[in-house]
């Protein structure tokens, strides 16, 4: 019998007409449960019962907040191997990588909570005489929050703690590959005792809730991580609808390598950056520039790295890389594969289809060279275990190369010279930029966010994140 999961609206567990199987990448025969696909109607049910809950909780003490986000991060740190393994099992990251992506969330949970007590606003003297003026940070109101598959606990609790941190209530709408990790995650804010209302779990089509979030007018908000096409329909529906929206999208990721580099430092970035997770990170380091001096020598050394990584059941122990998320991805993946063929890229490494004991979406990790920029692969982001290494005759072509693309989330740099480590800090167009390490692997605390086409709006997490989840107010007193 398999477990059925149930959406939850308006403080109760609901089941919903329809409901879809959450089946493991790396064991297709494998049913993780049944997860209820909400309707229009349930959507619009979440809608109004959170607008409903919104007042109250707006004025709520920072402490209530603070303590219901501590024991959700609690319960995660404490649960974090359970959850790794089912986020392994449902998405197919390695249990590692699942158990730090769990342990991920529950220290966002921790962030935030202590946030909700550092809501300063600024006092200061009016232009005007005698008059003062106060800037406060207020909430937005309904939160719709549309997360993608490809970190199914980490992106939700990014979205989700800081939504009700600073007083918003919130629909959550999880990728509908990954309604899992979603599921129990719900599970541990409602035991957490967040009110009813406040937060609802509405798992189902994007084209049913996702669209619904946006259209409707009781929704205040929008945070949505996804692909270029649905942030950009989203982006037009959000603003006919005059609503504050904030995208986290694409990348095509530069690592470059120079000369100087450090030749194990640059392939433990490249091969971590580029294959770990299946290459399905949004800061995947998809585009490998590589200047003359130590472009063979780096290219033989991935591949022999490459050679030794174990690609198997994600929750394996000793596996590195888990399988592609489903076969629509893997159709992807190997249409580009072929694509690069086509466009004269030398396949050196991988790409083909693997078997191993159960049915799964297994991949080799592919690496191209002799890539040139102008090339699909290299431009278009193709969201799985597959790299492209493009020649750059200097520094400053490789710059150059790096900045030559549609997308800005990640961009990193190998090597050991401190003028072009700055240099390339100063002159990346990307919104994150690592030094000898992989564009892949950030911080909770701090900003996560890309410019051109990766991203839209305020940047999320660590404190930046009031600015997509507040709104400012300036109110001017004329004392007595
Ligand atoms: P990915 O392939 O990374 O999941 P998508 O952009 O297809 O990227 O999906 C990201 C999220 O957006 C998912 O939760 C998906 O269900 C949702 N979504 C898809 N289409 C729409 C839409 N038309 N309106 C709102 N949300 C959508």
Redo the contacts with the bound molecule.
Sequence with gaps: MTSQFKNYIAGEWRESSEAADNVNPSNTRDIIGQYARATAADAERAIEAARAAFPAWSRTSPQVRHDILKKVGDEILARKEELGQLLAREEGKTLPEGIGEAARAGQIFLFFAAETVRMAGEKLPSVRPGIDVEITREPVGVVGI?????FPIAIPAWKIAPALAYGNTVVF?????VPGCAHALSEIIVRAGIPEGVFNLVM????V???A??RHAHVDA?T????????R??AA?CIENMKKFQLE?GGKNPLVVLDDADLGTAVECAVNGAYFSTGQR?TASSRLIVTEGIHDKFVDAVTERLKSLVIDDAVKQGTHIGPVVDQS?LDQDLSYIKIGQEEGAKLVYGGELLNRENPGFYLAPALFTEVKNSMRVAREEI?GPVATVTRAKSYDEALELANDTMFGLAAGVCTTSLKYATHFKRNSEAGMVMVNLPTAGVDYHVPFGGRKGSSYGPREQGSYAKEFYTTVKTAYTLPG
């Design positions: 549309i997360t993608p598959w490809n709408k999880p990728a509908d590959l189902g089509r994007g084209s809730v996702g669209d979030f946006v929008i949505f991580t996804g692909s270029v096409p649905t942030g329909k989203l529906t999208m949004c991805q969201f």
